[in-house]
């Protein structure tokens, strides 16, 4: 007999799957602000050997 999912069980996967994009929005959002700092920090670098 085949399994057919209730409306408590798709609801639990959507659950689910909303949290695991909530979490990789987040990781994005950090990932973005890491490359932000890195490449500020890199001009900064750059701007300071120029002024020398």
Do not use: C, G, S, V
Not at 21 to 41: C, N, P, S, T, V
Request: no cysteine.
């Amino acid at each position: 007999m085949e399994y057919i999912p209730d409306n408590a069980d798709l609801f639990d996967e959507q659950e689910a799957e909303q949290a695991r994009i909530h979490r990789l929005y987040e990781r994005l959002a950090r990932e973005e602000e890491m490359a932000e700092m890195r490449l500020d920090e890199e001009m900064y670098e750059k701007w300071e050997n120029e002024r020398w």
